[in-house]
């Protein structure tokens, strides 16, 4: 909101998380060398001027190239349900052992294709967190959320799940990316369901993350072909497949899937 100063001129605050212009000592204003702040620097600034409308148009814009910068970004961070108990690591390892037996002939099939069982959850949505300040912002709604709805939904105690059957991402058997496990409340409900859907609302809300589907599709990654190259990598979303996506070598999971089944 543009204010009136008592000099009869308007300004707005404004916070920009990550760029801004400098003149270091050796380059003189004429020759201006851009300087761009890290992820953790929080610029602050008041855009002063003698019309209203022009200082409103002009953090608009700003407004809109930091949201444009934002969405360019591979995220930084992602909200998950973790997966990684002991007996669910086991049954994981058990499955990776049985298609490396039976199915390591297969076009493209190889251990690295395979999650980190550490590393397995299910992925309620992606984030750009820029700096501190925004990371403390997640954290906080986060702990918001478990006040205002989780803890209701649930009642207070534990949510008992089941990790049963594998599904692919695409169309086609014989050309997979991304091998999924499916998962399913114990009780029949969908209170699981149920939280991950508010919880991304509440974050797309706030401006954490991007909307990209209307209900979240829980699911828990067990292979996936970017981790052939990285095998630190996590799911890649829309904004950062481009080019990778294309480079990926998918594997024929027709076999893996009858596996799965026995």
């Not at 995220?75 to 390591?104: D, G, M, P, R, Y």
């Not at 299910?122 to 803890?151: H, P, R, S, Y």
Request: proline letters at 5%.
């Amino acid at each position: 909101m543009a204010s009136l100063t008592p000099g009869h001129s308007f300004t707005t605050p404004l916070e920009c998380p990550f760029f801004t212009t400098a003149y270091p000592d050796s380059i003189k204003p004429g020759h201006p060398l851009p300087w761009i702040c890290g992820p953790s620097t929080l610029w602050r600034e008041m855009i002063t001027g003698q019309h209203r409308n022009g200082i409103i148009s002009a953090r608009t814009r700003i407004d809109v190239l930091v949201e444009t910068f934002r969405k360019k970004q591979p995220f930084t961070h992602f909200l998950s349900f973790a997966l990684n108990q002991a007996a669910i690591q086991e049954k994981f390892l058990q499955f990776k052992k049985e298609v490396l037996e039976k199915c390591s002939n297969d076009n493209g099939v190889s251990s690295s294709l395979f999650q980190n069982p550490a590393k397995l959850h299910l992925t309620i949505g992606t984030l750009v967190l820029l700096n501190e300040q925004e990371i403390k912002k997640a954290q906080e709604l986060l702990q918001k959320c478990k006040e205002d709805f989780i803890d209701t939904i649930t009642g207070g105690k534990p949510l008992t799940i089941e990790v049963a059957g594998v599904e692919y991402m695409n169309d086609d058997p014989a050309m997979i990316d991304v091998l999924y496990a499916k998962v399913y409340m114990k009780d029949g409900s969908n209170k699981l369901q149920l939280i991950a859907d508010r919880l991304m609302d509440q974050f797309v809300t706030s401006g954490l993350m991007m909307k990209e589907w209307d209900r979240v599709k829980l699911h828990a990654t067990v292979m996936n072909t970017v981790f052939r190259k990285d095998p630190s990598a996590e799911e890649k979303n829309n904004r950062t497949a481009g080019k990778a996506f294309k480079e990926r070598e998918s594997f024929d999971g027709r076999k893996i899937l009858k596996v799965s089944m026995q």
